[in-house]
């Protein structure tokens, strides 16, 4: 199962240091970040492609953003 990061209404760093956090645990091969800016979603695309994780989807529900990140 997913392990999901709720990271809406938090301004970066703060996405991306959750969603890093998730990826250090190390406990999923797949991770799910809610964020409600475009540049969080970016930014924890990035981050997360820097430490080997791949974008594997992102869904855009009127400015709230779920990513869906993979183990690469």
């Not at 999923?28 to 540049?39: K, L, Y």
Request: glycine share 8%; proline share 3%; with cysteine.
């Amino acid at each position: 199962m997913a392990k999901t990061v709720d990271a809406r209404g938090l301004s970066c760093p703060q996405p991306v240091l959750l969603a890093l956090d998730a990826i250090k645990a190390g406990d999923e091969d797949e991770i799910i970040v809610m964020v409600d800016s475009e540049a969080s979603r970016e930014n924890v695309s990035r981050a997360a492609g820097k430490r080997g994780w791949d974008t594997a989807d992102i869904r855009d529900e009127s400015g709230e953003f779920t990513i869906t990140l993979k183990k690469g």
